[in-house]
């Protein structure tokens, strides 16, 4: 038996030398015909296209003979050791780290390989501005804010066209086709698909897994994704990437005729089935596979009746299993393990699962080893992994880099320009960059990157018309208001925040450490991502108006603290004084303190007392008394109805007003005129200013803003606002006729 597997070895090694010796000599015979040796630089050409066309014949020759290699190998290999052993759990005598997608490019070569590597270029693994699409599954707040980092991480090592297919219930669609419209980067393509027509499809299959339904998703999406697109990379919204994702779209060229998915062994001995006493995993092939990274050949998918075979399947393991614990991993893990044929097995790598108890760290060896991590514990960040103090710091550099920084064009790949950002151009080459105010105007063009609902927000507005929002802007310097303002406020609330991307997640550490906040689930928070050298305060707070979801807002700014119980008291009011029928503004008078430890107010009788005693002041009555003195503080001490009072110059209230109300005038940035431009428009509109005798609101001190000190010390910029001023009164006059004239008669005689 020995002599005659000798026998068998020695001939096999002299079929695979034959086979060598015989190839090479018909590449030298076929370069020859052409006059061409083949001891030549492969390179070096006469002319480019005919180099093209030689090295793709030498290519697809090379190929043919390297599979044959490959063959018999695979052959002696199998006659050294039992046939057909697997390794333990392994699929297709692959070791961790490595498949049969391990070449030259995806880890450390063989000597065989580094000896035959030659020093022409290597073919790229997709072709350049070729169009890459990725699809995801994002439901709700958190994914939705989770899925922000996955795309940044993507977007930072791209050097492709990509299109995102996005498959969103309404509040993940709502928030992230705001954040792409206004991110507006360049190659990139996104669609959205709604959750809820697919519900029906995997809604009659019990999932025990935190994600619900939409854990189930990604079964349907050959029906989701439109009929032509024939490939798709699907990733979970806890990936990070630390390579250029063409590197994964490339490995669809290495799947055979028959593969369909690609995907990356399970990591944690889960469908091993030891974990515990009992423990019954859904079947799976070996230690099965991970669904986190997922490679779709949709056409060839939609070819072999992939809808009917995963239903057959789980219906078929449901009679015994009764649910899913996996969700979709479950199910694709069942159906492989009848199809084992149809599987590709991506290299560790490309999904490097930090859960508890993982072997993730056979995947790599050095820091450039990685490609994908995956952070598919319920614990994420908090998981247990000897390496992930390393995985938690690369994922918060994503976290908190600067989103404004991706909006860079891919060299060489011109992106089809939308309506958007073709008007955008046209508006920016219009500016006249001499002019003293070209930054002023500049930034009333800079399109500012918004993120709605930053938070869980849950709140439906009171089915008699009569709820109001509070809606307030704000800086990360003003951040200690926030539990204070909800105390004195439980209604709805809607406040846009200013900040960059790093500030935005110093806010979200606070938001959740904050008992107040995170019991309350009706204040939106809406962050504006920093841009440009001015705070947009009027565009920052149009993002606040326009997120209301009650029929009237309450117009104020975030250093306030109205009275208790106004909420109740401007429900009532707003049904008094029929403000769904009339156009009203109703005036809260505004007061203010020089003290940071303050006895608040209960009542009018004790503010009124206060303010007799020195204690509170009217609102800027020693700087800026015109801004407020038409509230005509002397009346309102004995009101017990509400007033009219006519607009003034410079009045600039805090209001009550309709939800339709006009937003504010955006070319004021920074210091100057950002709230008085809006009451003056309220006024020509025909809005009656009236003033409230039971309401009022203080004022808490605070440091100057940065704002303040550029109008005080720079007379540039004082001469910008009043050029500004006197376009808007300009622009006023055209929109509503001879009845404006007023304004710019009061504004000279000021």
Known sequence: MNLLCRGRLKLLVASLTAVVLLTWLYLLAGNLENGRSLLLAPCLDASPAAQLLERAVLESRVREVEEENRRIRLQLSQSQGPAGQLPDGNYGNQQWGASADTGPEDGDNTA???SNHTECPRSPPVQKCELLHVACVCAGHNASRDVVTLVKSVLFHRRNPLHFHFI??????RILSTLFQSWMVPSVQVSFYDADELKSEVSWIPNKHYSGIYGLMKLTLTKALPADLSKVIVLDTDITFATDIAELWGIFRKFTD???IGLVENQSDWYLGNLWKNHKPWPALGRGFNTGVILLYLERLRRIGWEQMWRLTAERELMSMLSTSLADQDIFNAFIKQNP???????????????????????????SDLKVIHWNSPKKLRVK??????????YLTFLEYDGNLLRRELFGCPSRANPESVQLQAALEELDEDDQCYDFRRERLTVHRVHLQFLQYEYT????GTDVTLVAQLSMDRLQMLEAICKHWEGPIS??????????????????????LKNRKNVGYHVVYKEGQFYPVNLVRNVALKNANTPYVFLTDVDFLPMYGLYDYLRKTVVQLDLAHTKKALVVPAFETLRYRLSFPKSKAELLSMLDMGTLYTFRYHVWPKGHAPTDYAKWRTATTPYRVDWEADFEPYVVVRRDCPEYDQRFVGFGWNKVSHVLELDAQEFDLTVLPNAFMVHMPHAPSFDISKFRSSSGYRNCLNTLKDEFHQDLSRKYGSAALKYLTAQRTV
């Open 168 to 173: 969103t219930d309404t509040v993940a669609h």
């Open 385 to 394: 992994n000897k390496h992930v103090e390393f995985f938690r710091n690369l």
């Open 495 to 516: 406040l846009a925040l200013y900040m960059s991307d790093a500030e935005a997640q110093q806010f979200l550490r606070y938001a959740q450490a904050s008992e107040v």
């Open 461 to 464: 507005p009171a089915e008699d």
């Open 112 to 114: 065989e390989e580094r």
């Open 341 to 367: 044929v149809l599987v590709h097995q991506l290299p560790c790598f490309w999904n490097v699962q930090l859960s508890d108890h993982t072997r993730s760290e056979q995947c790599y060896t050095e820091v």
């Open 258 to 260: 028959k593969q369909v």
